[in-house]
């Protein structure tokens, strides 16, 4: 809560013109003024660090689904206009504040902070930075803070996914589906069905390990889980597009199974028939992945720990879909939102 409330009483971002970038110095960053407008890239004037802060040289930053809802003003959480979007980003340490212990200049980290991450560089509190080991790229770090932070919490910490298990997975091509297609299949050893909006995204997320692809743009989703795993159904659905969707992966679920709820990528949020639960001692239940930064600081660091330790024991293997400058942070937000995108989509700072 600290790094949000000192975020809202610092002073709001100005673009300005030509001068170069290091600490003390303006900075180019993507600026929301209008939500529902395109982005404007330009300098900004930058910010001393608090004694708990630190300043990082971002190299790239997270193009996540939530950051098109949050500059189209349809996301759970608004910041005040205008704002630099982006809350996930990897980089180096350029400077820290007084009190900061935990990170020192040119240590290369990952971080999360509160939409200003698209910018060449980023101030956030101490504790929202992750260290890296030495073999993992700056570019493939970026894909883990929000994907796979949110694909270890959903399948572990909510669905207790178990070996053997079958999960279901929706918008399975994208970013967080293919980390939840490798969390499950390469750490829990569990088989996935995933299920895509096209042949080519289904192709995709079968060469990254699932069981299993069903295009739910041709078919009804419930129908070929049956098809493929008989009317007992599947353990755990994780559902990120909602509607229909939601709705048929529910129906999908096995005794005692487990439906987690991670977002709305469709734009319909679906009732929950409550009857379907009793029948089958089903559990409904949500994950809102950067909330846990607030209610329970260590499950939400865990979730980075372990994802940063499953990438050292070479348990998973990001995908990086496309790479855009931060000149074309629109054609990046089009890309994800007009469901072209596969994979982590990245901004590139340098
Ligand atoms: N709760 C959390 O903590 C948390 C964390 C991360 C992500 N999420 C949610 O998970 C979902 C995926 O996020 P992401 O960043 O990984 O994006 P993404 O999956 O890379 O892109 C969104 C995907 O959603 C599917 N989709 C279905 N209907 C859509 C529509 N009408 N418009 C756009 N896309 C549509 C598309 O896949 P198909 O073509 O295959 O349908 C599209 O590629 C979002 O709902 C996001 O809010 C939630």
Redesign the pocket.
């Known amino acids: 809560m600290a790094a949000l409330l000192c975020a809202r009483r610092l002073p709001r971002p100005r673009l300005r013109r030509g001068a170069r970038q290091g600490p003390g110095r303006p900075y180019r960053a993507a600026l929301c003024a209008e939500l529902k407008q395109p982005l404007a890239v330009g300098e900004v004037a930058p910010r001393p660090v608090l004694p708990h802060e630190v300043r990082v040289d971002v190299h790239f930053c997270g193009v ?3 950051d098109t ?1 949050v500059c189209r003003g349809q996301y759970q959480e608004k910041p005040h206009l205008p704002f630099i979007p982006g809350i996930e980003f990897s980089g180096t340490i350029l400077e820290t504040g007084t009190d900061v212990c935990t990170v020192k200049e040119g240590d290369r980290v990952i971080g999360v902070s509160h939409f200003n991450a698209m910018a060449e560089e980023c101030i956030t509190d101490q504790k929202a930075l992750w260290k890296i080991p030495e073999n993992l790229s700056l570019r493939e770090a970026a894909t883990l803070p ?2 796979y ?2 694909a270890i ?2 399948l572990q910490h909510r669905a207790c996914t178990q070996p053997g298990e079958t999960v279901l997975v ?8 293919l ?1 939840v297609i490798d969390v499950a299949t390469n750490v829990l050893q569990a088989k996935v069905i995933a ?4 042949d080519e ?1 289904c192709k995709l997320a079968m060469q990254r390990g699932a069981q299993f692809s069903v295009n ?2 041709r078919c009804s989703l419930k129908e070929a889980v049956q098809q493929l795993v008989g009317s007992g159904g599947v353990n755990v659905a994780i559902d ?3 509607g229909d ?1 939601f709705l048929e992966a529910l129906r999908s679920l096995a005794w005692e199974g487990r439906i987690v ?7 319909n949020i679906a009732s929950v028939p409550a009857n379907l639960l009793l029948l089958k001692n089903i559990s409904a239940m ?6 846990y930064q607030l209610e329970d600081f260590p499950v939400f660091s865990k979730s980075l720990h372990s994802a940063l330790q499953y990438y050292h024991q070479g348990r998973i293997q990001p995908y990086v ?1 496309k790479v855009f400058k931060l000149e074309e942070v629109n054609d990046a937000f089009l890309h ?10 990245l901004l590139s700072l340098k």
Not at 170 to 177: E, F, L, R
Not at 262 to 267: N, R
Request: without cysteine.
């Open positions: 996540n689904f939530a809802l929000v994907t932070g949110t919490l959903a929706t918008a399975a091509a994208g970013a967080t589906g980390a299920a895509a909006g096209s995204k739910y743009s990120m597009v909602g969707i709820v991670l977002g709305f990528a469709g734009g949500g994950l809102y992945w950067g909330r879909g994800v939102m007009q469901r072209k995108s596969t994979g982590k989509v």
